[in-house]
Structures are given as C-alpha cells and as structure tokens.
C-alpha cells in the first residue's frame, strides 16, 4: 500500500515510498488553523479547520474586509462583506469557488468540522 506524507514546512515530501523536494514553506499555506486561532488568515492565505461559524477581518485587498466561514450540513458557505460589497459561495467537499479576489477550496466536511483552503486569487 502506498503512503502519502505531507509536511507544509518539512524540506521533503515522501509519496509512494520515494522522497521528493518540496516547494520552500514560505511558498506553502499556513498550517491549518482553528476557528478559535483565525489571525493567520488575514491576508487570505491559510488552511482554517472550523468547527463553528466564524467571522474574522481580512486584507481590504481581497475586496470586502470580513470573511464567514460555516458549516451548513453538507456543505460550507463563504462569504465575504465589507461597506457596500457581499460576495459568498457555497461548496461540497471538493468545491472550489471564489469571493470577490480570494479563492475557496473545501478540503473535507465531517459532522462536526469543515476544513477549507484559502488562497488570494491569481487575478489580483
């Protein structure tokens, strides 16, 4: 059986038994955080695992200034406001979209958690 390995700040990465260079950290996301440690997330480049909705302020450079993150049964829903601007998506495990210039990734959804990728988009 293969074993896959990732270490976001490891110098190696092992898939299928054999060591591959990694990416440097600084190029990767920040380590998953929790919704009770959301301050990495400000500039919209992170890995948040929610276990509750949450709010948090962002980067105005993103084009809204307070990000939402919740669990809605199956899926997760984003959204993004800020003076005169909403923008939100909703995903499925999976799912990928975008509010205003930050892009969403749910990474996986379980009955208690949701954890989602955050990325500024490449079009900013």
Known sequence: MATTCLALAAATVVVSGAPVAAAPASAATVAAKTDDDVSECFDGKCKITIT???SFPVSSTLG???LSIARIGATVKAEG???G???STQLSAGGNGSVGALSV???SITR???TVRLAPSSSR
């Open 52 to 54: 509750k909705p949450v």
């Open 105 to 107: 990734r749910v990474l």
């Open 85 to 87: 601007v909403s923008s």
């Open 112 to 114: 208690n958690s949701a």
């Open 64 to 66: 809204f200034t307070t």
């Open 81 to 83: 406001t800020g003076p």
